[in-house]
């Protein structure tokens, strides 16, 4: 039987009929001859309220107990989507991540799948059952520990199993129909897009666009999964929603194809630091070791010798980069005088294959933006996409504004 992967996040679960309502989508493809796996997220809430607890318990938490706890909520659901099938009279059983297992690599909440062995399932299969259903977003580390995928999770086990049984495709369930020019949550004029490149996906996923997990995107691209995202409120059919897919399988191509957000960005200054060769290596090789995820970098003006270093980082990692940088300068190593955190900037970005081979989306981008007044404090480019740092209370006049601006209110 053809194998095809449906995956619920968790507005689509988040109560019992909401369940009924996706097992009644599920019980649809079993009977057009498919042998489905179902990928459920926790009910949605659920998981920030459990990193509530963990942080509440203990604010510097052991993360594999952190990982134990907040993989908890994909396992209900799971448990009731089979329960809830089972009614409907269709053979389905459950699976948390052990289980399976899905083997994982030991980077507790932020954890790599490294195999999913087909054995278990395809067995299970072969005797008659119809669909497995599987706890998304955790797995099992070669020490035996229960793992997690990192936040939106579950879109990455759903790809990986789409992958590993070579299915037909990889349907994410979700509240929106699809992925639109940005999200449709702050921009009324914002359309769905019936196509998108991998590429372009992969770009807005990393920069804040919140619908996919840029891993899942890397893992289609990179196994060839046909992946698409779609509603589970409405009715839908095989031309719904919007196919992730290759660059040439798209006829019209707009010169950008979307804006993206990042709300929680942190913008950090290294103020007066010696400007000497070995000086960036000095700083962001302890950054790294740190965990801070580094993403912007600007090196200011130099006089007399000495330069400032701007950074940003994810907000929440700011204290954790403020530490690293008071070792290195305590240890001799990074000579700064101050360091100063602005906690109160977003990042902005608009994504498009289509720069490759067009000039002028930089200024475009810079014109629309000033005619709103909003100052620019960083930019970064890259092929197919431009990023701008900006105060976060102008964040969605931003987006808003370069929507207009790309006139993709004529997009999909
Ligand atoms: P789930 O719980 O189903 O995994 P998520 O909340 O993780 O759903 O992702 C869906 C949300 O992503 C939408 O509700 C929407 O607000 C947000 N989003 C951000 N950017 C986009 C975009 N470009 N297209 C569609 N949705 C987007
Ligand atoms: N429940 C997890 C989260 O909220 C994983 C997921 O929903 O994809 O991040
Ligand atoms: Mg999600």
């Keep these: 039987m053809p194998v095809l992967v449906m995956k619920f996040g968790g507005t689509s679960v988040a109560d019992l009929a909401r369940i009924r309502n996706a097992a009644e989508k599920v019980k649809r493809e079993v009977e057009q001859g498919y042998d489905v796996i179902v990928v459920v997220s926790a009910m949605s809430g659920k998981t920030n309220e459990l990193v509530g607890w963990v942080e509440q318990t203990s604010p510097l938490f052991d993360a594999r107990e952190y990982d134990a706890v907040v993989s908890s909520g994909e396992n209900v659901t799971a448990g009731l989507m ?20 899905l083997k994982t690599t030991s980077a507790h909440s932020a954890a790599r799948i490294e195999a999913i062995p087909r054995d278990n399932i395809d067995q299970k299969f072969a005797e008659g059952m119809k669909v497995a259903v599987v706890a998304g977003f955790q797995g099992i580390s070669s020490e ?15 790809v990986a199993f789409a992958a590993a049984f070579d299915a037909v495709r990889c349907d994410i369930y979700t509240d929106v129909d699809g992925v639109y020019t940005t999200d ?29 997990q840029t891993r899942s995107v890397e893992l289609a691209m990179r196994y060839k999964v046909k992946l698409r995202v779609l509603s589970s409120f409405e009715d839908t059919d095989e031309n719904s929603g919007t196919l992730v897919c290759d660059e040439e399988d798209i006829v019209e191509q707009n010169v950008v194809s979307g804006v993206a957000y990042s709300r929680d960005e942190a913008k950090m200054t ?12 000095a700083i962001f090789g302890p950054l790294a070791k740190a965990g801070v995820n580094v993403d912007m970098i600007v090196q200011n003006i130099s006089e007399e010798g000495r330069t400032d270093m701007t950074f940003s980082c994810p907000v929440n990692q700011v204290a954790r980069a403020r530490e690293a940088m008071n070792k290195t300068k305590d240890a001799g190593e990074v000579n700064f005088r101050e360091l100063v955190a602005d906690t109160d900037v977003a990042k902005v970005s608009v994504v498009g294959i289509g720069m490759r081979s067009h ?10 933006l000033a005619a709103e007044g909003i100052n620019i404090r960083v930019i970064t480019t890259s092929e197919i996409k431009i990023s701008v740092l900006i105060d976060r209370k102008y964040m969605e006049l931003a987006v808003q504004a370069l929507h207009d601006a790309f006139k993709l209110e004529n997009a999909g």
């Design 82 to 101: 089979a329960l809830t099938l089972q009614e409907m009279d269709v053979p389905a059983r459950s699976w948390q991540g052990w289980q399976v297992p």
């Design 270 to 281: 290294l103020i007066s630091v010696a400007d000497r060769p070995g000086i960036a290596a």
């Design 144 to 158: 035996g520990r229960i793992t997690t995928l990192g936040r939106g999770g579950s879109d990455t086990t759903a």
């Design 184 to 212: 449709p949550r702050i921009e009324d004029k914002a359309r769905k897009l019936d196509r998108i490149a991998f590429e372009e996906m992969l770009e807005l996923a990393s920069l804040g666009a919140k619908v996919l």
């Design 359 to 368: 000039a002028g989306v930089a200024s475009t981008m810079f014109d629309a």
